[in-house]
């Protein structure tokens, strides 16, 4: 499967739906990436405004 980036909240996901916000609007340009475990306690996620666990693509085009 092709994994895809959400444009919208930047989660990575080989759906064509993204399960995080439900949006349609994904790319398969994306680069970089951050696996959040814990959204609460981590700097990454409060920069990126993550509020749940998952991998995420730090820049989506």
Known sequence: MVERACRRCHYIT??????????TDLSEDF????????????AIAKTMRIERKG???????
């Open 14 to 23: 080989e759906e064509n739906i993204c399960p995080n916000c439900k949006s």
């Open 55 to 61: 991998r995420y693509a730090i820049k989506v085009r």
């Open 31 to 42: 680069s970089g990436l951050v696996i959040i475990f814990d959204p609460e306690r981590s």
